[in-house]
């Protein structure tokens, strides 16, 4: 176990709903990644965290959006759900902006109907 | 379980012998790789990693290879166990100044028969 945890572990929502979705760091670990992950395929990056700062971010538009608090927990929010975004949202915690090993929490599954 | 790869490059390996997984990354500018196990329903896990001034790193049961003349990275996994079969993606940083974003791979699923 990585020590990430992430909440809730499955969600359904409707077509134009928003969702939050919530990731504990490892102890220790000052940044949190978020990935989505399509059935069948690799996860794709969406953005990263450091010190509750956004410090980059992937090809996602700006319903995807983002917190990190103060403990280095971190939120995911997605506004305007649309049906291609049912995936598995994965994240990793790990310390630094820089290259460095990344521990994957064991996702939230989404269902968009 | 959910199913992590339906359409996934399959290895099927004996029990006992050695796996090799290949993998071309795409940025010649990236400059860190990481090699993830992942189980179905579960998130990657973390196997081994490599930076870009070396060109083999050595863990338990595993070695990764970097060939950066042509982007390519290898997974061996030394006598391989049942428990080894999953899918493997490799990820790189491709250093574009967005933090410490990683690309991944489409993986490869590993089946070992016992």
């Known amino acids: 176990e990585t020590g990430v945890t992430q909440s809730p572990t499955h969600l359904i929502k409707t077509r134009g709903q928003q969702v939050t979705l919530r990731c504990s760091s490892q102890?220790?670990?000052?940044?949190v990644s978020w990935y989505q992950q399509a059935l069948g395929q690799g996860p794709q990056f969406i953005f990263q965290?450091?010190?509750?700062?956004?410090?980059g971010r992937g090809n996602f538009p700006p319903r995807f959006s983002g917190l990190q608090f103060p403990n280095y927990s971190s939120e995911l929010n997605v506004n305007a759900l649309e049906l291609d975004d049912s995936a598995l949202y994965l994240c990793?915690?790990?310390?630094?902006?820089?290259?460095?090993?990344?521990?994957f929490g064991p996702g939230t599954r989404l269902t968009v109907t | 379980g959910e199913s992590v790869g339906l359409h996934l490059p399959t290895l099927s390996v004996q029990e006992g012998d050695n796996s090799i997984i290949n993998c071309a990354y795409s940025?010649?500018?990236?400059?860190?790789f990481i090699w993830y196990k992942q189980e179905s329903g579960k998130g990657p896990q973390f196997i081994i990693d490599?930076?870009?001034?070396?060109d083999k790193r050595q863990g338990q049961r595993v070695t990764v290879l970097l060939n950066k003349t042509v982007k390519h990275l290898s997974l061996q996994i030394a006598a391989t166990q049942p428990g080894d079969s999953a899918v493997y993606f490799c990820?790189?940083?491709?250093?574009?100044?967005?933090?410490?974003?990683?690309?991944f791979g489409g993986g490869t699923r590993l089946m070992v028969k016992p």
């Open positions: 102890s220790g670990h000052n940044t």
């Open positions: 990820a790189e940083n491709p250093n574009l100044g967005a933090g410490n974003m990683l690309t």
């Open positions: 940025n010649s500018a990236s400059d860190y």
């Open positions: 490599i930076r870009s001034n070396m």
């Open positions: 965290y450091y010190r509750e700062e956004e410090n």
């Open positions: 990793a915690s790990s310390l630094g902006q820089g290259a460095n090993e990344q521990y």
